[in-house]
């Protein structure tokens, strides 16, 4: 003859489901469909970001505001791209050691190029026209 489940042996499983569900429902929440990406925000209007040499040769900077990342991989040479992620559509946080950074889910973006260096994030960043007018950099 089967015994009856202890009450606690009951509560614990319930807890152990009901975590499990939480946890398929926020993870559901942060992805998207498999191969689509999150569209980028591309500047309407002609955006000033200011001055040109603010962005290092060899290097980039980050426009949190403004949701754009700039690069200039050589002398004169500048590229921008959207600095929102194409996973979950998080804005890229930090730049370290020529990488751009999405705090959510970690994804990692050479920023030079936009290429994705680390996932889960399913595309690079979209490159956004950028060029200089007066010493000022004007990304749209």
């Known amino acids: 003859m089967a015994q009856p489940a202890a009450r606690r ?4 499983g319930a807890a152990a489901l009901a975590g499990a569900a939480g946890a398929g429902i926020s993870l559901a929440a942060c992805s998207t469909e498999p191969g689509s990406t999150v569209d980028a925000e591309k500047p309407s209007e002609p955006l000033d970001l200011g001055a040109a040499e603010a962005v290092p040769v060899g290097g980039a900077k980050l ?11 050589s002398a004169g040479q500048y590229r921008a791209f959207s600095a929102k ?15 751009g950074n999405c705090p959510c889910h970690m994804s990692r973006f050479d920023v ?13 960043l979209p490159e956004i026209p950028v060029k200089v007018e007066g010493g000022k950099l004007i990304a749209g």
């Not at 042996?9 to 614990?12: E, G, R, Y």
């Not at 992620?85 to 990488?99: F, P, Q, V, W």
């Not at 190029?113 to 399913?122: E, H, N």
């Open 9 to 12: 042996t009951v509560l614990k």
């Open 85 to 99: 992620c194409t996973h979950a559509g998080c804005i890229l946080d930090k730049i370290e050691n020529g990488e």
């Open 63 to 73: 426009f949190r505001e403004q949701r754009l990342l700039v690069s200039q991989p």
């Open 112 to 124: 030079a190029t936009g290429k994705v260096l680390a996932g889960p994030a399913p595309s690079p």
